[in-house]
Structures are given as C-alpha cells and as structure tokens.
C-alpha cells in the first residue's frame, strides 16, 4: 500500500506512455490489459505497439458484443497481431437464460454482469499480478477520484490506469492523429459502448457514460466498482 501511494505521487501528471513503459518494466509477463477496444484502450494499444507488442491482451467477450465492437476487435488483432484473449463466461447465453430465464439484462442486471463479466475477468486474471484498464476520471462522477494505481481486493492484484488523467478530448486527438481505426457507433452518438441490451446513444451534454444502463440507476458493470 505504500508502494501505491508512492506510485501515485510519483507518476501524477505522467503521460500514459511513461506509466505504461514503467509497469512493463515492473511486472513482465505478470501484467496483462484489459480493454473493451473503446478509446482510451487503442490509445494505450498503440502506445504499446512499441513498449510490448507481447503484451496480454484479455477482451471480455459476454456474447451480447455490437456487431461493430466484433469488427473493431477483429481489425485490431489482425492489423497489431494482438496476443489477445477473448474472456468468455462459463454459461451460453442459453443455458443461462435456462438457468435464469431470459432477457436476465431486464430484470437482474447486476447479476447478469457479475456472470458474464466479473467472474469471468477474475479467472482470466489469476496468473497476473497487475492489469492495465483505460479507466478515466473525467467518463462519469463515479470515476472522478480514480488514481493511477490501487490495490484491487476483488482481483488481488495492482490495478493501473494511465489514462487516468486524460480527457476525452486528448484521447480523439490522439486517435485521429494518429489514423487509429475506432468503432464506428461513436459516429452516431455511442460515447461509451458495451453490451447492446445495455448501451444506448447519449445526447449533446450528457455524461460519456450515460448510456450505459440508462434508466436503471446502474452506472458500472462491477469490474470498476471502487475504481
Ligand atoms: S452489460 Fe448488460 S448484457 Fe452485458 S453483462 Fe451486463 S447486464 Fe448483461
């Protein structure tokens, strides 16, 4: 812990690069990313290219993708070569819809990401001691205080967001500049996307992540809670 909070003094300000090159260094093939191919996750993708192009990559694929975010995640791991791991939930959506009735987005959200996204991501990082999430302060009030590293006790492992303290206006800037292809549902009003039972279209002044279980009360999956 007091290795965190030298870390987070230490590299507060610190472009994404630096922190993405110094965690490499640190823990090796003990850290993974992971990413839903939104944008702050290509921007550290491509920051990557060239710090470890070897880098584990781990997607959560719940079966409920946009047929948008399935092409993106295509394009990317066949233009980078990508060491990338689709993550999937022990169920089908159809045995859990047998094991839970169906649509159970509808009616118990929280435990329909708790299957198909928490737990999933909680087996998939057990060999690593550290990850890297695209997290930014700025993408809703919840996120506001999150610092470039904590201790993440759901997963026992270092959790690190460089992208902390970008805004959503450096990472376009990044990805235009730099002819990054993105999903194309951003073009139409998606800010933030995840699963398509779940995301909707945000309109001019709404938070980035408005869309995201709009409606329910609902503002993250559980992976970020507390982060
Ligand atoms: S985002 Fe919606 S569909 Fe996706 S896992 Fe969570 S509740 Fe289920």
Sequence with gaps: ????????????????????????????????????FQPSGLVMLHMLREIAPELAILTLDTGLLFPETE???????GMYHLNLTRVTPTQTLTEQADAHGAALWERDPDQCCHLRKTIPLGDALRPFEAWITGVRRDQSTSRRETPLFR??????TVKIAP??????????????AH?????TLHDQGYTSIGCFPCTRAVAPGEDIRAGRWSGIGKTECGIHQNG
Excluded at 71 to 77: F, K, M, S, T
Excluded at 151 to 156: E, L
Excluded at 179 to 183: A, G, I, K, Q, R
């Design 1 to 36: 812990m007091e290795e965190l909070v030298r870390l987070n003094r230490e590299f507060e300000g610190a472009e994404p690069e630096t922190i993405l090159r110094w965690a490499v260094e640190r823990y090796g093939d003990r850290l993974a990313m992971v990413t839903s």
């Design 163 to 176: 992208m902390a303290g970008w805004t959503e206006s450096q990472v376009w800037t990044y990805i235009h």
């Design 71 to 77: 092409a993106l995640i295509d394009c990317w791991a």
């Design 151 to 156: 201790w993440d006790s759901k997963y026992d």
């Design 179 to 183: 002819h990054l292809p993105y999903n």
